[in-house]
Nanobody, 124 residues
Framework: QVQLVESGGGLVQTGGSLRLSCSAP????????MGWFRQAPGKEREFVAY????????NYADAVKGRFTVSRDNAKNTVYLQMNSLKPEDTAVYYC?????????????????WGQGTQVTVSS
């Protein structure tokens, strides 16, 4: 069973930064793709970013491209989401996801493992 634990959410002003972390004790090296989704109140869950096992392959949603950076440290069993230039529309619960397949997916149904979510609130 894969357990994903997010941390790092919080309240920040527009233009500020936050870094989310997601730990997967003991198994992150074996997981090929890890990523992040988010869900705002009253909206569908949406893709944010994913990263391959080597870290060489990344993909971002257009809404966050140039502002967010996904990275991973397999030695620490952790994946990160650095969020800069935050906007009120980035307010959502952010979920860490993982899948065993080699290639990534921008669809929520493509991920079998989900964290519990961490709240990010950006005030205007």
């Amino acid at each position: 069973q894969v357990q994903l634990v997010e941390s790092g959410g919080g309240l920040v002003q527009t233009g500020g930064s936050l870094r989310l972390s997601c730990s997967a004790p003991g198994i992150i090296f074996s997981i090929n793709v890890m990523g992040w989704f988010r869900q705002a109140p009253g909206k569908e869950r949406e893709f944010v970013a994913y990263i391959s096992r080597s870290g060489g392959g990344t993909n971002y949603a257009d809404a966050v491209k140039g502002r967010f950076t996904v990275s991973r440290d397999n030695a620490k069993n952790t994946v990160y989401l650095q969020m800069n230039s935050l906007k009120p529309e980035d307010t959502a619960v952010y979920y860490c996801v993982a899948r065993w397949l080699v290639y990534g997916s921008t669809s929520a149904s493509g991920y079998g493992y989900w964290g519990q979510g961490t709240q990010v609130t950006v005030s205007s």
